[in-house]
């Protein structure tokens, strides 16, 4: 008996620790796996400060110049990692901060973390200093969001909120803890989350949608697949190039779906979309059943709904049941993890080619070569275009980086012309369009991918959203190489006015600073481009470079992007020019 | 599409922060909430949100898919009045010496079939339970007399057919 009772003891012993709410917090982070967090020091968030002070060698924390830039660096290491980013700040305004972050995260379907501190308890609903709403603010935008305010709370709602980021669709988890919290004590033991009763991750595969798939695809003549990010965070690349391959179906993405199936695949037929492909979007309206897999059917990538794909049936791989039929009614759903369905799709396709099919997107393509591709890459007049610097870092990298973009002209050039061979490789803010997403998110993806060349491309209005993030970039010597297209206007908004507002370019021109000199002020190396003659030397050097590299190119003031389909326009009525 | 009524039934985790959330997903469509209930349901330690709104059969199916997807929502359904039992309450302040000098008030009441829940010197008050229109025609036959406070509850429902919730709690359970 007295033996039992030690024995419990003992056990007892291994599995529960007393210590402080601030110090169960950095356990939890380990548990989860966390080795790196972004962050903002502030006073509502300072005890668990101290213990990141000391838990600095199991747990790195990266100080970033702006709360908003630890929610993208999060953000762009989740999203090259596949993992969960953190984020944390304090209270008050850093809380605020962040929220820009957790909204691209939340729409981007990114799994993010962001811990921040709260006044005590006592003070809660006082207006106390720094005291904000946070939960209240951020329930919109967060896939879950919850407010400790008693020490014991911390083990169980840290796996929780690690589990539901992670799960399923994911997203943005946002936990508010309160001082009190952090600096009471509690018996420690971790358990990690392996369900909430309440939330069904992943549907389960019905197996009668799958053969009804099945049978639209193997009879189809003109079936078209357009695949979206849902294929990444699946990890379904695999069976998404054996289902394109197996049933010679040709298969265009979404800006998020970029990188899931290598650009250069003779069945890869490019981008849907606003600016996307000629052929892609024409004939999205041409085929007879169209295969959506992990996406979403967005505003940007339909067009006009009431003329989008009518003369299709179409198929719609998707985890998340409330994306059914939201924006368009879908003849099959096949709800599930596109790993699982499409797996499960496989073996019941037949084998066939869709030449003539085929043919078309070749024809298409031969046009926008003509009109669109071969002016922006290999230009002729005088001033240099983005898409021929797209060019040059493929060729530069092997077509093997990780792009990071922002958001704008130079986004829709990079995706465009940026190839690929990695899947995980595109890092964009493309639900939000977030200016100023691009700094910090190359951040993230570069300490996330350290083996790998991470070109950050950037315009110099979003550049200098996030500028100060370059701190981070020359205190911690990350070597990410950052290429500013810089046309001395907000291009995009530029474009719209001159299409659509007879050019009236209300604030949308910039006088810019010496951006050399900016980066220099950082230390970091760095080098301007004027003139077509020097781009490709330049680009060579900056890749070359074992440290961080800044990269300013003068781009043509007034270019636009084309293919464009006008807002409101249908899919069909793409224009070249 | 034709608007017309639909009650929401939601059944959730009692969580603090699900009412926002809730209520967040109408707010975002412009979509009014016409009516509100929070109570426990059939099982225990799960609330039961019932909503009512006027709008398409579309938009009330996207609706209800957004709020599915909520982690704390376990389950969520629409119907149409068709479809379901309900019941509103309402209780009408009115100033005592009406119920004297007026004599038509009297008829009201037992017309209405509400109760008189207090009388004071003052005031009394009446309570009525019925549907919507029920408790309208009420207030409008007792206006003219001049109705002190009035106040209408939620709409409160129950399914004519079995809700498939408690085969799926059964299923938590066991796991």
């Known amino acids: 008996m007295e033996t039992l009772k030690a024995e419990k003891k003992e056990k007892k012993q291994e599995t529960t620790m007393r210590i402080t709410g601030a110090e169960a917090l950095i356990h939890c982070l380990l548990a989860e796996g966390v080795d790196l967090i972004y962050g903002y020091p502030g006073g509502a968030i300072m005890p ?34 596949g993992k969960v980013g953190v984020a944390m700040a304090t209270s008050g305004p850093g809380a605020t901060n962040l929220v820009t972050g957790i909204a691209d995260a939340q729409i981007d379907s990114t799994p993010m973390v962001c811990i921040t501190g709260q006044v005590t308890r006592s003070l809660l609903g006082s207006d106390a200093f720094q005291e904000t709403d946070i939960v209240g603010i951020s329930t919109p935008v ?48 971790y358990e990690k989350c392996t369900g909430v009763r309440s939330y069904k991750p992943v549907p389960e595969p019905n197996l009668s949608a799958i053969e009804n798939a099945a049978e639209l695809i193997n009879n189809a003549k003109r079936p078209y697949i357009i695949f979206g990010q849902g294929v990444i965070l699946g990890e379904a690349e695999a069976e998404l190039k054996a289902l394109v391959e197996k049933g010679g179906i040709p298969a265009a993405w979404t800006i998020l779906g970029l990188s899931a199936m290598e650009t ?95 043919d078309e997107f070749d024809k298409k393509h031969q046009i926008e070569f003509e009109t669109v591709i071969q002016k ?71 300490m996330g991918a350290m083996d790998r060349e991470v070109v950050a491309i950037i315009g110099d209005g979003g550049y200098q959203m996030t500028i100060q993030e370059l701190g981070v970039i020359f205190q911690h010597n990350v070597p990410v190489k950052i290429v500013v297209l810089n046309n001395d206007h907000l291009g995009m908004v530029r474009q719209w006015q001159e299409l659509f507002f007879e050019s009236r370019y209300a604030s949308t021109v ?27 030397d330049a680009v060579a050097e900056m890749i070359a470079s074992k440290d961080p590299y800044f990269l300013e190119v003068k781009v043509e003031k007034e270019d636009n992007v084309f293919p464009m389909i006008p807002t409101g326009a249908s899919v069909a009525d793409i224009r070249l020019k | ?63 209800v898919q957004q709020i599915e997807k909520q982690v704390e929502v376990i389950k969520a359904f629409y119907h149409t009045d068709d479809d379901i039992i309900y019941q509103e309450s309402a209780l009408f302040k009115i100033a005592s010496h009406l119920l004297f000098d007026e004599r038509q008030i009297q008829n009201i009441i037992k017309e209405s079939n509400s109760q008189i829940v207090t009388v004071s010197r003052e005031f009394f008050v009446l309570a009525k339970t019925g549907r919507r229109h029920e408790i309208d025609e009420m207030h409008d036959a007792l206006e003219p007399y001049g109705i002190m406070q009035f106040v209408r509850s939620g709409r409160i429902a129950v399914t004519k057919a079995a809700m498939p919730i408690s085969e799926l709690l059964t299923e938590f359970q066991e796991n």
């Open chain 2, 1 to 63: 599409m034709e608007k017309q009524w639909y009650t929401i039934s939601v059944y959730s985790e009692n969580n603090v922060g699900l009412l926002n959330r809730i209520s967040g997903i109408f707010l975002k469509r412009h979509i009014n909430i016409e009516g509100l209930n929070v109570s426990k349901s059939e099982i225990e330690h799960v609330s039961k949100f019932t909503i009512v709104v006027n709008t398409t059969e579309d938009w009330t199916r996207k609706i």
């Open chain 1, 48 to 81: 668990v400060y101290d213990e990141l002070y000391k838990f600095q060698d199991k747990l790195t924390h990266i100080l970033t110049r702006h709360e908003q830039g630890a929610a993208h660096a999060a953000q762009g290491y989740a999203r090259v990692t």
């Open chain 1, 264 to 358: 250069d695949h003779p069945l890869n037929v490019g981008m849907v979309g606003m600016h996307g492909n000629y052929g892609p979007n024409v004939l999205t309206n041409e085929c007879d059943v169209l295969i959506a897999i992990g996406m979403r059917f967005d505003d940007r990538v339909t067009g006009n709904l009431a003329t989008y794909a009518k003369q299709a049936k179409i198929i719609h791989f998707e985890i998340d049941p409330a994306e059914v039929n939201k924006n368009v009614k879908v003849d099959v759903a096949v709800l599930g993890n596109a790993k699982e369905t499409l797996g499960m799709l496989l073996p019941l396709i037949n084998k066939s080619e869709h030449k003539e099919w085929l």
């Open chain 1, 142 to 189: 967060t896939k879950w969001n919850y407010q400790i305010t008693r020490v014991e709370e911390i083990p169980e709602i840290m796996a929780k909120a690690f589990y539901i980021a992670r799960s399923g669709r994911p997203g943005p988890v946002l936990v508010d803890i309160t001082k009190n919290a952090q600096f009471d004590e509690l018996d420690f033991k």
């Open chain 1, 376 to 446: 922006d890459i290999h230009p002729t007049k005088e001033g240099l275009t983005m898409g021929e610097v797209m060019e040059q870092i493929n060729m530069a990298t092997g077509n093997n980086a990780v792009i990071v973009s922002d958001v704008g002209q130079h986004q829709m050039i990079a995706c465009r012309y940026a190839k690929f061979t990695q899947s995980k490789s595109n890092i964009t803010s493309g639900g939000l369009g977030t200016m100023g997403f691009g700094l910090p998110a190359a951040i993230g993806a570069k």
């Open chain 1, 510 to 536: 910039m006088t810019n600073p010496d951006f050399v000199k900016i980066a220099e002020g950082y230390h970091i190396k760095s080098r301007r481009v004027v003139q077509r003659s020097e781009l490709k």
